[in-house]
T-cell receptor, first 112, second 117 residues
Framework: DGGITQSPKYLFRKEGQNVTLSCEQNLNHDAMYWYRQDPGQGLRLIYYSQIVNDFQKGDIAEGYSVSREKKESFPLTVTSAQKNPTAFYLC???????????FGSGTRLTVV | AQKVTQAQTEISVVEKEDVTLDCVYETRDTTYYLFWYKQPPSGELVFLIRRNSFDEQNEISGRYSWNFQKSTSSFNFTITASQVVDSAVYFCALSEAGTGANSKLTFGKGITLSVRP
């Protein structure tokens, strides 16, 4: 079955450590997105990528980094510069000519 | 800039009541897409509907119905005869047509619906 796989589902890290969240899709979609969800805040865009080797900052990119070396993969690194990294992170993809978005099941990151 | 407002934050109803979730949007584009997603406690986003800006027909799917009115920039969602399984957070979202920054989904803050037995 085609879809987006985010791993792990739960992640715990100590403050000051960088952590990378995985997002893999086998839908052959061009565009991929990372969203952050906090209680009562809705989903906010962190980074997005339209094609391989290209990505753009979203609304809350500070403290995060991404790469897009392969069409299927769009990993997100939460760096120690992110002031409040504890949140639920969702990855999404979109076929360029189709305005339908597919979401992964999310990774819940807790930094202690 | 595009914006989605879901003024209701929490709604609580008793099973079998009808409930309407409001969504108001802002965009300068003439071509755009509106979405509703359901997020159950497990966290994944469940797609409910997508509407493009040229199609103002209301849509009904079982107990769900959607009322799109461009004149008031609203895209409201009604659940008829609510059930406990409808308890979730519901998001309204907007995407402008095109690529690049326009292709992102802008979400409202979500409405937490609780349906009591």
């Amino acid at each position: 079955d085609g879809g987006i796989t985010q791993s792990p589902k739960y992640l715990f890290r100590k403050e000051g450590q960088n952590v990378t969240l995985s997002c893999e899709q086998n839908l052959n979609h061009d565009a991929m997105y990372w969203y952050r969800q906090d209680p009562g805040q809705g989903l906010r865009l962190i980074y997005y990528s339209q094609i391989v080797n290209d990505f753009q900052k979203g609304d809350i990119a500070e403290g995060y980094s991404v790469s897009r070396e392969k069409k299927e993969s769009f990993p997100l690194t939460v760096t120690s510069a992110q002031k409040n990294p504890t949140a639920f992170y969702l990855c999404a993809s979109r076929w360029d000519s189709n305005y339908g978005y597919t979401f992964g099941s999310g990774t819940r990151l807790t930094v202690v | 800039a595009q914006k989605v407002t879901q003024a209701q934050t929490e709604i609580s109803v008793v099973e079998k009541e009808d409930v309407t979730l409001d969504c108001v949007y802002e965009t300068r584009d003439t071509t755009y897409y509106l979405f509703w997603y359901k997020q159950p406690p497990s966290g994944e986003l469940v797609f409910l509907i997508r509407r493009n800006s040229f199609d103002e027909q209301n849509e009904i799917s079982g107990r769900y119905s959607w009322n799109f009115q461009k004149s008031t920039s609203s895209f409201n969602f009604t659940i008829t005869a609510s059930q406990v399984v409808d308890s979730a957070v519901y998001f309204c979202a907007l995407s402008e047509a095109g690529t690049g920054a326009n292709s992102k989904l802008t979400f409202g803050k979500g409405i937490t619906l609780s349906v009591r037995p």
